[in-house]
């Protein structure tokens, strides 16, 4: 695997109708922020070959308002990866067998993964471990499987309305 994208799941809202976690909607904001986020993913070079999903609700719908941006991928809709930890979002995407592998799930296994990922000590990298929002996602590259991964993007809601 050559990139990596992780983006965790827009803002949902704070009960679903079924009081269950796993069914909790995308919040209007939700539905707002996160087309503009696979717009600048996909400006900055993200191009998925797979793209893995938790089955959650509020990260099948978040793929669905950023899925126009990434055409011609395989998707693959996962129980595993709901509120996966970091080590299990890492295997999931290696186990894919692409070279360009998306995953969208959830905090804190995501945020805890691109810190992971993010060890350099720049401003880019800094932020990436400080904080990891809602709908944030963040593009990894390395010029091979031996190579340590670079952060070539990250972006939130807030970053690209500034």
């Not at 796993?22 to 939700?30: C, I, N, Q, S, V």
Request: charged fraction near 25%; proline fraction near 4%; glycine fraction near 6%.
């Amino acid at each position: 695997m050559r990139q990596l994208v992780l983006l965790r799941h827009a803002k949902a809202a704070a009960e679903s109708e079924t009081g269950e976690d796993f069914d909790r909607p995308l919040a209007a904001r939700g539905r707002e922020d996160a087309p503009g986020i696979g717009e600048a993913l996909a400006g900055a070079g993200a191009d998925p070959e797979i793209v893995l999903v938790s089955s959650a609700k509020r990260t099948r719908e978040t793929w669905g308002l950023v899925s126009s941006c990434f055409p011609d991928v395989t998707v693959e809709f996962r129980d595993d990866l709901y509120l996966a930890e970091a080590n299990a979002l890492l295997h999931a995407a290696e186990e894919a067998g692409a070279e360009r592998v998306m995953v969208v799930a959830h905090n804190p296994g995501v945020h805890e993964l691109a810190s992971r990922l993010a060890h350099r000590n720049n401003a880019l990298e800094t932020s990436v471990r400080a904080k990891f929002p809602t709908a944030a996602g963040a593009m990894f590259e390395r010029a091979d499987a031996d190579s340590a991964w670079r952060l070539q993007a990250y972006v939130t809601p807030k970053t690209i309305s500034d």
